[in-house]
């Protein structure tokens, strides 16, 4: 049978860069280019292994004028967005101006955000429908803290996240979305979660896709793991059935070690 290391995939890797409040827009254009020169030395095709990079929202425009200027194959999206399409919400940014940018995704969420800014559940879904309704493809963040692991209700504490962020919506929006599991104890600390642990966090958020609405909505919906992602473990956890990429924050800010991420399938297909 076909597997990851013969390179086939069920549904197309997304390796995701989550520069979280790092790099002003000088140092954006620095970086996109040369990540873009070393994924052109080595031939990546952009169609097998889709990446993308999330900016502060201070850096999009730069992104996306050199993005057009040099016909770049990366993608990119915005960090968070507003459940609001437009209005009184200083400091906001809507979904409507990402997708103006030339967003493809957008980051909904992320744990930083949970923890930072107090986000909700509901608040999640609403950004969520906000994301849709302005054409962009979320990238739903989902985990659990080290408190809920240890207790063992990581699995029905992730589930119950994902449940409630899906909240009306349809089946055929589910299939477009992109999830990540990412476990909080994992994030910035240098412990990644053992790739069986992410594997069954997957399967789990699939099958409850698969329960909510049917098992070719869950086939269709890319999962991807992120907490400490480097390129020294990044073919470990991508080997793993259900994981359909990365999402990767503090390593993403070299473009060395993240174009070597970027290239897993070379770890994959050599070890
Ligand atoms: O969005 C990215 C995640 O928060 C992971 O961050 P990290 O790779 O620095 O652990």
Redesign the pocket.
Known sequence: MASKTDGVYDRTPLIAG?WKMNMDHFQAVSLVQKLSWTLADNDHDFDKVQVAVFPPFTDLRSVQTLIMADKLELTYGGQDLSPHDTGAFTGDVSGDFLKKLGCAYVLVG??ERRSVHAETNQIVNAKLQAALRHGLTPILCVGEGLETRQAGQHVEFTKQQLREALEGISAEQTAQLVIAY?PVW???TGEVAGSDDAQEMSAALRDEIAERYDTETANSTRVLY????KADNVATIMRERDIDGV?????SLDDAEFANIVRFEHHLLTD
């Open positions: 989550n992320h744990s990412e994992a994030i910035g992120g907490g400490s992602v999402l990767v924050g503090g390593a």
